[in-house]
């Protein structure tokens, strides 16, 4: 079945930077366009950087310049490179196909003080 697994969040300090992972499986990762999406509290779900399977990206933007997506298909691994960061990122981090499907990993928490 389909699992995403999130990981590399935290608590930093606004200024800061993190570099989340997603590892997928139950799907082939190299045929979907994939994205990362965050959830602060009391806010929607929102989409925050995707990528193609042909390694075309595109962001917010109000993101575009400080959040870069990449991919590397033989792990079957999304990143996401956050730099910049401000306390308005603070949000559980998602990957997931993009559109996304219905199966949400557990997500990564990040959290920027200011």
């Known amino acids: 079945q389909v699992q995403l697994v999130e990981s590399g969040g935290g608590l930093v300090r606004a200024g800061g930077s993190l570099t989340l992972s997603c590892v997928a499986s139950?799907?082939?990762?190299?045929?979907?366009?994939m994205g990362w999406y965050r959830q602060a509290p009391g806010k929607q779900r929102e989409l925050v950087a995707g990528?193609?399977?042909?390694?075309?990206?595109n962001y917010p933007v109000a993101l575009k310049g400080r959040f870069t997506i990449s991919r590397d298909n033989a792990k079957n691994t999304v990143y996401l490179q956050m730099n910049s960061l401000k306390p308005e990122d603070t949000a559980v981090y998602y990957c997931?196909?993009?559109?996304?499907?219905?199966?949400w990993g557990q997500g990564s928490q990040v959290t920027v003080s200011s």
């Open positions: 997931n196909r993009m559109p996304p499907s219905n199966n």
């Open positions: 139950g799907f082939i990762f190299a045929y979907n366009n």
């Open positions: 990528i193609t399977n042909t390694g075309s990206t």
